[in-house]
């Protein structure tokens, strides 16, 4: 008889074969690569402030947080943190998950479920895909950034209760959601309206407040939004962002929220002062913009609209080929390929931030020349971005 497990080695060859092996590259301790490929995109992970916000919640409530949020996993530091994102951002309340995952998981199950419509975003990220899947909805999933195919489905809906899922910032293409219109979609239809801004926070809207604080939507009784505490404010843990009533009630039904342990102290304590910081620091949103802009003229494609720089280069193994030239020079770039981006749009994701000091900023745009002037492109007319013919990356 054959091993059960097997089949395992079959699907490693695979992906081996298809360029698509994945593999884990602990970082060491102290200066390393530049970094063009992680999401703190504020350099707030490593600020002494927010290392002292960790440090100090580690010493005041301990290493751990005991138990699940209803029982004894839940701090005052929990409290300040939830009360001080909410009103950062525009929001009547806030609940903090262990993760963005968590929180998206929990919202879009807890606020669905069957007799319920969930309309996604194609491009939705994979924490919405997965809960539009254990929704137990009716899930209905429309081409990227289009109003009129949400307000198609909404329209022809037989069920009571619609929520329509999307994020603000696209993870891979960085490219912005049409709130607004989107926003008038699902007032029309009656549906509420859930964004996940993951990578809006800290780098959209006034002072960092996100796209839904930009489009004048934070706030409404219709609107609701998650966001991550791991990306702009370079800690970790998730939290949902919405009216009281509706945060009540995740209370009581979103089982990531019940059956999860709470947030550890230290990453909320690290995640309150990294908020603090930028409440202090505007300008760090726009720095990183600024910096996106930089990035963006040096690889030959348009202008971002957020801290994500996305460098198509089509073929996995040239990809990978090219991020690997980057880290050999000293700077890491991020590599997207399928299934993270579909078949053919295999990447070069660059991330901006704000606390790159000119002679870093000026290296790794050396570096990414060198390395993108070596790769054979073509011109896709269906995008405004670089993208490589499948030939081989030839010497640096």
């Not at 909410?86 to 998950?97: K, M, R, S, T």
């Amino acid at each position: 008889m054959t091993h059960p497990l097997s089949w395992l080695d079959d699907r490693a060859a695979a992906r081996r074969d298809a360029g698509l092996r994945r593999e884990l590259r602990p970082r060491g301790p102290g200066p390393g690569p530049i970094d063009l490929a992680g999401n703190d995109y504020l350099g707030l992970s490593a600020d002494p402030r927010v290392v002292a916000g960790g440090v100090d919640a580690l010493r005041v409530w301990g290493a751990g947080s005991t138990g699940s949020r209803l029982v004894t996993g839940s701090t005052t530091l929990h409290a300040d943190l939830e009360r001080e994102l909410a009103a950062f951002c525009g929001f009547g309340d806030a609940l903090v998950f262990s993760s963005g995952y968590t929180a998206n998981l929990g919202a879009v199950t807890a606020l669905s479920g069957p007799g319920a419509l969930v309309v996604s975003d194609a491009a939705a990220h994979a924490s919405l895909v997965d809960a539009r899947r254990l929704s137990r909805a009716r899930v209905q999933i429309v081409p990227h950034n289009d109003p009129a195919a949400v307000g198609a489905a909404l329209a022809d809906r037989d069920e009571e209760r619609a929520l329509v899922v999307t994020d603000s910032v696209g993870s891979a293409d960085g490219d912005l959601a049409p709130l607004a219109d989107l926003h008038r979609v699902c007032r029309a239809h009656g549906a509420v309206l859930l964004v996940d801004e993951a990578h809006g926070l800290g780098v959209r809207g006034p002072g960092g407040r996100g796209l839904l604080a930009e489009h004048g939507l934070a706030g409404a009784d219709d609107v609701l939004a998650t966001v991550t505490l791991s990306k702009a404010l370079g800690s970790q843990g998730g939290a949902v962002l919405a009216p009281p009533g509706v945060t009540s009630h995740l209370v009581d039904a979103a089982r990531s929220f019940i059956f999860d342990t709470g947030l550890n102290p230290a990453a909320a304590g690290s995640a309150l002062a990294a908020l603090r910081v930028l409440a202090g620091e505007p300008w760090r949103a726009g720095e990183v913009l600024r910096v996106a802009a930089e990035l963006a003229a040096v690889a030959g494609v348009a202008v971002p609209s957020s801290a994500v720089v996305p460098v198509l280069l089509g073929d996995p193994e040239v990809a990978m080929a090219a991020a690997a030239r980057c880290v050999d020079g000293g700077v890491r770039v991020g590599c997207f390929r399928p299934p993270s981006v579909p078949e053919g749009t295999s990447r070069l994701r660059l991330t901006a931030r704000a606390d790159l000091s000119p002679a870093d900023l000026e290296r790794a745009c050396a570096m990414l020349r060198q390395v993108l002037d070596a790769v054979p492109v073509r011109q896709d007319p269906g995008r405004s971005t670089r993208v490589a013919a499948t030939a081989p990356v030839t010497g640096t």
